[in-house]
């Protein structure tokens, strides 16, 4: 059994029109910009976003947004300093969002990763959040009901995984990249080094291979900071999503 795909464009080569990816990172940490630009490369539109924001300059995750390809985010942080993309699609109703607490949204998708259909908090009663939403008292407090999050893929990036897919991560850079792992049907992973079966210790290994199904090692992965920084732009001004 071997996971590594050849390219990140093979790797996401059956997204389609239409599919819901959670894609990891928190901002650029764990960010897996080269799996991402395979994406707009691809071209598939209609995509439902699942992540903690929404990307930073005209790279990665928000030149996905900005090139038309995602519908609806699901997000904690839809605006951060170096939000270009997604504050004027969205002024302009362009691009919908559904607006999660933090920790709601990683227990949403935890919950989808464990078989478990909802679940109840306390986070967002008495606000706008809430409305629309099954209120539960339990022992005298108020409770929202909160529906898991699922996906047909996810996009993560690893610090090593071997050929079996069992994935270790860099520190923070892991965020949520375990549970949308386990969240997703499909979960693509671009990686700094795919090593040697054995290589691994067993009692390291944050995510089993079981929820891995294809692997890209990418050695020198671009850095989001500098690519902002920088003012690039994806894709290229002269490169239509598809070619």
């Known amino acids: 059994m071997d996971k590594n795909i050849s390219s990140c464009a093979t790797a996401v080569a059956d997204i389609k029109d239409g599919d819901t990816v959670m894609i990891g990172g928190f901002g650029e940490a764990g960010s897996p910009i080269e799996l991402i630009h395979a994406l707009i490369d691809h071209g598939a539109k209609d995509l439902t976003v699942i992540n ?13 947004i900005e ?5 609806k985010m699901i997000c904690s ?20 969002l559904e607006l ?6 990683a227990e949403r998708i935890r919950a989808g990763g464990a078989g478990v259909p909802a679940f109840y908090t306390k986070t967002s009663v008495g606000t706008p959040l809430a409305k629309g939403k099954e209120i539960r008292n339990f022992d005298g407090h108020d409770y929202v009901m909160e529906r898991s999050l699922k996906a047909d893929f996810a996009l993560i990036k690893a610090k090593c995984a071997d050929r079996y897919g069992n994935l270790i991560f860099n520190k923070t850079a892991r965020n949520f990249a375990p549970i949308m792992a386990m969240a997703a ?6 990686v700094n080094q795919v090593v040697a079966l054995g290589d691994i210790n067993p009692e390291h290994v944050v995510t089993p291979g079981i929820f ?8 020198n992965p671009q850095q989001e900071s500098q690519l902002v920084k920088d003012g690039v732009v994806y894709p290229p001004m002269n ?5």
Do not use: C, D, H, M
């Not at 999660?100 to 949204?105: I, Y």
């Not at 049907?185 to 671009?190: A, D, E, F, S």
């Open 77 to 96: 942080y839809p605006r951060t300093a170096n939000s270009l993309v997604f504050p004027e699609l969205y002024r302009n109703n362009k691009i919908q």
């Open 52 to 64: 903690n924001n929404t990307g930073s300059g005209r790279v990665g995750l928000a030149a996905l």
């Open 67 to 71: 090139n038309n390809q995602v519908a």
């Open 212 to 219: 891995v199904n294809r692997i890209i090692e990418v050695a």
């Open 239 to 243: 490169k239509v999503a598809g070619e």
């Open 100 to 105: 999660v607490p933090q920790g709601t949204l």
């Open 185 to 190: 049907t499909n979960t693509l992973v671009q």
